[in-house]
């Protein structure tokens, strides 16, 4: 089995890989955090940050790991919680409600690639060896950032795993040191645990209503749950078993649960001892705008407590891994658009390319860090809302899979988890609304592309593939061989009585002109859900009260019927002709007829797909209109 590295449509594969190296490439998300949460978290919740944080630990461990790992077993295509919650919703419901997700998905990955490159800005720039130059030049330094990861999804990106393994392990343990040089200073010096307790004592009183007000801030640090939901986009890069299918990888799930449960660990591990060390030891003035440890609080105590060049190498490992979190980000993206836009008709085929993607991605990441000039801290209402609406997502998903099966015990469970997500989720829509506005600025352009998309692509021919049956076969070929001709009245099945079809043939033969002595083939579509903008169709002969009939399910009657009549020339190389009946009701009507339900005006749609695909007009199946 071979993984795809962007989602169905990619233009090449590689080789999957162990379940932890592919961790370190959902780490470049996760735990390139660090280098930016301790600070968020201490200029959100102040001197409450490390209660908050183990709240944060204990939603991430008990909430959205048990979440994501029910995820990893039903999602397994790398369509993540996505991909549950659109076949629970059929038609244009379930349509528009992938697009809203996607939007917020859109709104988590693009934030990710600016907030990330942002922060490895203000590492660089902050470093006591940067050059002059630099200082105050925080954009285009991010701007920079953002072009070279652009350039390198542009050259290729086959070797990410290897790369990524190599700066996840080397920041894993620089900041090891780190935490364990911060954590020993505190445990020495304990006094600067009583001056925390004083202080937050006399901000906020009664011990009881701290733990209170931790329970009420803690979504603020809702950054440190972000990389759960590329952990579920990237499992077709891990390698099962021999004895996996395509149906059943138990080996790839198994080691999707292994990769989500081993970071959610390290993580909790060290957002509890990073938050405990930076809120002890770091004044509060200085995780402000403008302070020293704003954006980089780890990066302050490595200065201060291991020397300048210790701090300098932990600043390159930090600029090194936040610029390639984006790498991540982009990976997500390029997985996940491909998957839904291109099959939903709502995206050019262009899309399903990585390269173009690749492009419109950037110069949009080139415009989001313009528009917050490549500030961490504005950046970051808008990536918690978009982390908190996935996995709120994710947690809804998995809670009515659990209702579907009557697993009852995990349906309540998941539903208690659901909750606490949805409160999180509002609480940070209400103190942070600009997160909201940014998603829906994504929501707004996806919906509005992918409108513009579906219609301008309405007179294409839709069908993946078109199989004829042996019997649908068998009729086609026998007119074809023995007569040279292929005739097919278009019908739309009614009572289904032998007088129904008398009658239809009769009407056609007279209105039409179709010779008495020549025989007809009736073609049935019948209906689907009309959403679905790609599929694969399958033509079954049937006889029906004497009379011949091709049956094809499909939510789009007339790019169908244009798809079937095209793989009958093909496969007998007969041009067939097909004979309709005019619609009933105004045109304009029935043209947004046939682009919400896929009927409406069949003939003349039919005509101009034929015409759009076959430009030959002798080798252009013949439509009659009678």
Same mark, same amino acid.
């Given at each position: 089995m071979t993984a795809p590295t962007s989602g169905p449509h990619a233009e090449s594969t590689e080789k999957p890989h162990t379940w932890w190296r592919v961790m370190c490439?959902?780490?470049?998300?996760?735990?390139?955090?660090?280098?930016?949460?301790?600070?968020?978290a201490a200029l959100a919740a102040g001197l409450i940050s490390p209660l908050a944080t183990l709240v944060l630990v &204990? @939603? =991430?461990?008990?909430?959205?790991? $048990?979440?994501?790992?029910?995820?990893?077993?039903?999602?397994?295509?790398?369509?993540?919680?996505?991909?549950?919650?659109?076949?629970?919703?059929?038609?244009w419901a379930g349509k528009l409600f992938v697009l809203v997700l996607l939007g917020f998905a859109a709104t988590d990955f693009m934030i990710t690639i600016t907030l990330s490159a942002a922060d490895?800005?203000?590492?660089a720039i902050e470093n006591p060896l940067a050059p002059s130059w630099m200082h105050g030049a925080n954009l285009p330094v991010t701007l920079v950032l953002i072009a070279l990861l652009g350039a390198v999804f542009l050259m290729g990106f086959s070797e990410a795993i290897g790369v990524a393994t190599i700066l996840v392990g080397v920041y894993l343990a620089l900041n090891v040191v780190v935490v364990a040089v911060s954590v020993a200073e505190v445990v020495t010096r304990p006094v600067?645990?009583?001056?925390?307790?004083? &202080? @937050? =004592?006399?901000?906020?009183?009664? $011990?009881?209503l701290i733990v209170g007000i931790a329970l009420l801030v803690f979504p603020k640090l809702a950054l440190g749950l972000s990389g759960f939901e590329t952990g579920v986009a990237v499992m077709p890069q891990i390698k099962g078993d021999p004895s996996d299918t395509p149906d059943n990888p138990a080996g790839r799930i198994r080691g999707a649960k292994r990769l989500l449960t081993t970071a959610a660990i390290i993580m909790s591990c060290f957002l509890i001892t990073s938050s405990f060390a930076t809120t002890m030891l770091i004044p509060q003035k200085e995780f402000q705008p403008g302070g020293a440890a704003n954006g980089r609080a780890l990066a302050y105590l490595a200065h201060e407590y291991l020397g300048p060049a210790f701090g300098t190498v932990y600043d390159i490992s930090t600029i090194a891994i936040l610029w390639f979190a984006g790498a991540?980000?982009?990976?997500?993206?390029?997985?996940?658009?491909?998957?839904? @836009?291109?099959?939903?008709?709502?995206? $050019?085929q262009w899309a399903r390319a990585i390269r173009p993607l690749v492009v419109v991605f950037t110069?949009?990441?080139?415009?989001?860090?313009?528009?917050?000039?490549?500030?961490?801290?504005r950046q970051g209402g808008a990536y918690a809302t978009g982390v908190l609406v996935l996995i709120t997502s994710a947690a809804v998903a998995v809670m009515l899979s659990a209702w579907r099966k009557r697993q009852r015990g995990w349906f309540i469970a998941f539903m208690l988890i659901a909750a606490v997500f949805v409160y999180t989720t509002i609480d940070n829509i209400v103190e942070r609304p600009d997160g909201v506005r940014i998603a829906g600025w994504f929501i707004l352009g996806i919906v509005v592309v992918s409108i513009l998309s579906r219609v301008r692509r309405s007179f294409q021919l839709r069908a993946t593939s078109v199989r004829l049956g042996l019997t649908a076969a068998g009729f086609v070929s026998e007119d074809a061989e023995e007569f040279g001709a292929i005739r097919l009245i278009a019908h739309e099945p009614d009572v289904d009585t032998v007088q129904e079809y008398a009658q239809k043939s009769k009407d056609e033969r007279r209105f039409a002109h179709i010779p008495q002595g020549s025989p007809i083939i009736f073609l049935e579509v019948l209906p689907s859900d009309s959403s679905d903008f790609e599929e694969d169709l399958e033509v079954?002969?049937?006889?029906?009260?004497?009379?011949?009939?091709?049956?094809?399910?499909s939510g789009n009657v007339p790019n169908t019927v244009a798809s079937v009549l095209l793989q009958i020339r093909d496969e007998t190389g007969v041009v067939p002709e097909i004979y309709f009946e005019w619609n009933e009701g105004n045109p304009i009507s029935n043209m947004l007829r046939f682009l919400i339900t896929g009927t409406g005006e069949i003939a003349p749609v039919t005509r101009e797909v034929l015409r759009e695909a076959e430009k030959d007009p002798k080798r252009r199946p013949h439509v009659h209109v009678s």
């Open positions: 490439l959902t780490g470049l998300d996760y735990f390139s955090t660090l280098g930016y949460q301790p600070g968020i &204990a @939603l =991430t461990l008990l909430g959205a790991l $048990p979440v994501y790992r029910r995820v990893s077993k039903e999602s397994f295509r790398g369509s993540g919680s996505i991909a549950m919650l659109e076949r629970l919703l059929p038609w490895g800005a203000a590492h600067h645990v009583t001056d925390w307790w004083t &202080a @937050l =004592t006399a901000s906020h009183g009664d $011990p009881l991540s980000a982009m990976a997500g993206l390029l997985n996940l658009v491909p998957r839904y @836009l291109p099959r939903y008709g709502m995206a $050019p110069f949009i990441a080139f415009f989001i860090t313009w528009i917050f000039d490549a500030n961490v801290d079954t002969g049937v006889a029906k009260h004497g009379y011949r009939v091709l049956q094809v399910t």
